[in-house]
């Protein structure tokens, strides 16, 4: 009995399905993936290349633009690679210390992207309403002190999440219904109770969740009130058009989110790969997003790369 037990318990690889249902689909649906993947790497490695050599742009929003694209690459490169490899090449077994890993990956860095989005709200609201007083109040020390905790806080709430699941038994299929490795998916291949599990896993993202959605709002509603309030027209529809673009963005991130989250607590009717999809689009449309909203419409972003593409194309000729 020890021995058969034992054999029932051991996951030392699972299968990544993708999306079920769609599977005849997944060398088209890599396509537009691949290409957001690359454009997510190319502009996110540009700003941290254009800010890191232009000393002019060491300023708080920039710095926090810089945790934003680091935090974007890890997250993009922990899922794209091994999902491409999935609809292009039919990859689909995966090492449970590997799934673990990626899993780990996934949900901390999620966290830390959500958290430099309220880091750069506060940036935003403290550049607007508290102007003179910008470099005071969001010093070097600072900054590097809010982004040290983001990052501690997705490490502390997540770290537990590979644990867990380690200890569990896996006595049912080893296939995981989905592209990557998401807890939800994992826990589900448990043969015992994962209530408990299940619960902590979903208290610490809507906790994370809800607290920097109800802070990030508040910061841009309290923007909003100062920019109705600037004296000139064409100062105001530009601080607009910033914010508006920010916006969008944070939507995308935390719409997606919350219908993830709301998908895995209420909505057991929502077809799988309807469910699947727009958890790849909350992974995947982030990062692909962030360097063209908040780097390319950047003019002191936009205005140094032109430079130096125009330096090196008088260097061709």
Same mark, same amino acid.
């Given at each position: 009995?020890?021995? $058969?037990?034992k054999?029932?318990?051991?996951?030392?690889?699972?299968?990544?399905?993708?999306?079920?249902?769609?599977?005849h689909?997944h060398?088209?649906? !890599?396509i537009?993936?691949?290409s957001m +993947?690359?454009?997510?790497?190319v502009?996110?490695?540009?700003? *941290?290349?254009?800010?890191?050599?232009?000393? #002019?742009?060491?300023?708080p929003?920039?710095?926090?633009?810089?945790?934003? #694209?680091?935090?974007?690459?890890?997250?993009?490169? #922990?899922t794209?690679?091994?999902?491409? /490899?999935?609809?292009?090449?039919? %990859?689909q077994?995966?090492?449970?210390?590997?799934?673990?890993?990626?899993?780990?990956?996934?949900?901390?860095?999620?966290a830390?992207e959500?958290g430099?989005?309220l880091?750069?709200a506060?940036d935003?609201y403290? %550049?607007? /309403?508290?102007? *003179?007083?910008?470099?005071? @109040?969001?010093?070097?020390?600072?900054?590097?002190?809010?982004?040290a905790?983001v990052v501690?806080?997705?490490? %502390?709430?997540?770290?537990?999440?590979?644990?867990?699941?380690?200890?569990?038994?896996?006595?049912?299929?080893r296939?995981?219904?989905?592209?990557?490795?998401?807890?939800m %998916?994992?826990?589900?291949?448990?043969?015992?109770d994962?209530?408990?599990?299940?619960r902590?896993? *979903?208290?610490?993202?809507?906790?994370?969740?809800s /607290?920097?959605?109800l802070?990030?709002?508040?910061? +841009?509603?309290?923007? *909003?009130?100062?920019?109705?309030?600037?004296?000139?027209?064409?100062?105001?529809?530009?601080?607009?058009?910033? /914010?508006? #673009?920010h916006?969008c963005?944070?939507?995308?991130?935390?719409?997606?989110?919350?219908?993830?989250?709301?998908?895995?607590r209420? !909505?057991?009717?929502?077809?799988?790969? @309807?469910?699947?999809?727009? $958890?790849?689009?909350? =992974?995947?449309?982030?990062?692909? =997003?962030n360097?063209i909203?908040?780097?390319?419409?950047?003019?002191?972003?936009?205005?140094?790369?032109?430079s130096?593409?125009?330096?090196?194309v008088?260097?061709? +000729?």
């Amino acid at each position: 009995m020890g021995p $058969a037990n034992k054999s029932q318990t051991s996951a030392d690889t699972f299968l990544l399905m993708g999306i079920p249902g769609l599977e005849h689909l997944h060398v088209w649906i !890599g396509i537009p993936f691949c290409s957001m +993947y690359v454009v997510a790497v190319v502009g996110n490695m540009t700003i *941290l290349a254009v800010v890191r050599t232009e000393r #002019s742009l060491h300023e708080p929003m920039f710095l926090f633009l810089c945790m934003l #694209s680091v935090t974007d690459l890890v997250l993009s490169t #922990s899922t794209l690679p091994r999902m491409l /490899c999935l609809f292009w090449l039919g %990859a689909q077994d995966i090492a449970f210390d590997a799934c673990l890993t990626q899993m780990f990956f996934i949900h901390s860095f999620t966290a830390m992207e959500s958290g430099f989005f309220l880091s750069m709200a506060i940036d935003r609201y403290v %550049a607007i /309403c508290h102007p *003179l007083r910008h470099t005071t @109040i969001l010093t070097h020390t600072r900054i590097a002190k809010m982004g040290a905790s983001v990052v501690l806080r997705g490490v %502390a709430f997540f770290s537990p999440h590979p644990v867990l699941l380690r200890q569990l038994p896996y006595c049912r299929t080893r296939i995981i219904a989905h592209t990557y490795c998401e807890f939800m %998916a994992v826990v589900k291949l448990a043969c015992v109770d994962t209530g408990p599990t299940k619960r902590y896993s *979903l208290s610490v993202a809507s906790f994370i969740g809800s /607290c920097d959605g109800l802070f990030i709002a508040v910061s +841009y509603v309290l923007i *909003l009130r100062a920019v109705f309030h600037l004296p000139s027209r064409e100062a105001s529809l530009k601080a607009l058009g910033t /914010c508006g #673009s920010h916006v969008c963005v944070i939507l995308v991130f935390y719409s997606t989110a919350v219908f993830t989250f709301l998908t895995h607590r209420f !909505g057991h009717s929502v077809a799988p790969h @309807i469910h699947i999809f727009i $958890a790849n689009i909350y =992974l995947l449309v982030p990062p692909f =997003l962030n360097p063209i909203v908040y780097g390319i419409r950047t003019k002191k972003i936009q205005d140094r790369v032109l430079s130096s593409l125009r330096v090196k194309v008088a260097r061709l +000729y």
